[in-house]
T-cell receptor, first 113, second 116 residues
Framework: AQSVTQPDIHITVSEGASLELRCNYSYGATPYLFWYVQSPGQGLQLLLKYFSGDTLVQGIKGFEAEFKRSQSSFNLRKPSVHWSDAAEYFCAVGMDSSYKLIFGSGTRLLVRP | DAGITQSPRHKVTETGTPVTLRCHQTENHRYMYWYRQDPGHGLRLIHYSYGVKDTDKGEVSDGYSVSRSKTEDFLLTLESATSSQTSVYFC???????????????FGPGTRLTVL
């Protein structure tokens, strides 16, 4: 069955430090990959998406993600975290010919001053 | 921001009562979705619609029904609310030019529902 795993429930980083959030998926064909961010009490905002082409994808707010087919991964990175990045981050996979997005369980990012 | 509103934003109800949540979009997008969000589960699809009067079930559809009589409105109904349906409910839309899950979904602000 298709699935998305975000192995880190919580991550704490210091402001200015680099960040990497992990996402692994299970799917037999090329997936469509998304990262969303959710601030407390808010809806989900799209950070970036990968459909095809260049495997390094740039998004909003200085985030980027790299699709690695051999590792079934789509990790999210940011070189220098800001306090305003504290939020919950969701990885999602969309599959061709299906209307379903499968979400990971999320990673909550805490930022130390 | 995509033009999506959800109403009500907060609701407290009692077990056994019917509840209807509304999602309204101003984008004229073809596809609309209802998800529920619970701690440790991310978001799970309840029902989706691919056009007026065209709907289908998602992975957690038991106890829920939906209707779409106009492009802009997608209603989620809990016929007889139970405590297990306490959750945050999100509506999403997509243009669906290439197909639902291959197109970007944009989310509404959510409705927090508590069933006592």
């Amino acid at each position: 069955a298709q699935s998305v795993t975000q192995p880190d429930i919580h991550i704490t980083v210091s402001e200015g430090a680099s960040l990497e959030l992990r996402c692994n998926y299970s799917y037999g064909a090329t997936p469509y990959l998304f990262w969303y961010v959710q601030s407390p009490g808010q809806g989900l905002q799209l950070l970036l998406k990968y459909f095809s082409g260049d495997t390094l994808v740039q998004g909003i707010k200085g985030f980027e993600a790299e699709f690695k087919r051999s590792q079934s991964s789509f990790n999210l990175r940011k070189p220098s975290v800001h306090w305003s990045d504290a939020a919950e981050y969701f990885c999602a996979v969309g599959m061709d010919s299906s209307y379903k997005l499968i979400f990971g369980s999320g990673t909550r990012l805490l930022v130390r001053p | 921001d995509a033009g999506i509103t959800q109403s009500p934003r907060h609701k407290v109800t009692e077990t056994g009562t019917p509840v209807t949540l509304r999602c309204h979009q101003t984008e004229n997008h073809r596809y609309m979705y209802w998800y529920r969000q619970d701690p440790g589960h991310g978001l799970r699809l309840i029902h989706y619609s691919y056009g007026v009067k065209d709907t289908d079930k998602g992975e957690v559809s038991d106890g829920y029904s939906v209707s779409r009589s106009k492009t802009e409105d997608f209603l989620l109904t809990l016929e007889s609310a139970t405590s297990s349906q306490t959750s945050v409910y999100f509506c999403a839309i997509s243009a669906g030019l290439a197909g639902g899950s291959t197109d970007t979904q944009y989310f509404g602000p959510g409705t927090r529902l508590t069933v006592l």
